[in-house]
């Protein structure tokens, strides 16, 4: 059990937020006005816990309305931010695969071989990530169709 409590700014953003319904919109301004603090600002942190919140508790996610506030997501938003999510895990793990070019032959005489075995297998995961994070993978495994290669991993001796 938690041994933290909310701060009544928090609390507050928790309560207006949780009466929006879906596709609502509410300003920073508002939001401000409700703790008396500017909540782009110094009361950033207490916006964010509240929806942190309220995505646990509630299932409710918001999207930022640059400039303006925040939206309440509908379940079509949430979609595309789970599209979003894909396309950044591939571009993280394409920029992991460009790291793992860095490490020479002369660094990996230099790793133990667990280490060694560790970032090949890291290599292993970025690439499968790399190259299915993607809209045709998505659409084929939403289809049912087998998308992932059958890897052989060397045998560890």
């Known amino acids: 059990m938690n041994n933290w409590t909310r701060r009544p700014e928090t609390e507050q953003l928790v309560s207006l937020l949780s009466e929006m319904k879906e596709g609502d919109l509410i300003s920073y301004g508002e939001l401000s006005e409700a703790i008396g603090e500017n909540v782009q600002k110094k009361a950033a942190p207490y916006l964010r816990s509240a929806q942190r919140i309220l995505e646990n508790e509630k299932h409710f996610m918001f999207e930022i309305v640059r400039g303006t506030g925040l939206r309440r997501c509908d379940p079509q938003d949430k979609t595309r931010k789970v599209d979003r999510k ?27 071989a667990e280490q060694r075995l ?40």
């Open 86 to 112: 894909v396309k950044g895990a591939r571009r993280a793990a394409v920029r992991g695969l460009k790291t793992l070019q860095h490490v020479t032959p002369e660094d990996r005489s230099q790793l133990t």
């Open 118 to 157: 560790r970032l090949d297998a890291s290599g292993i995961v970025l690439t499968m990530i790399a190259q299915n994070a993607n809209v045709v993978t998505i659409n084929k495994v939403s289809n049912g169709q087998e998308v992932l290669p059958k890897l052989k991993l060397p045998k560890v001796s």
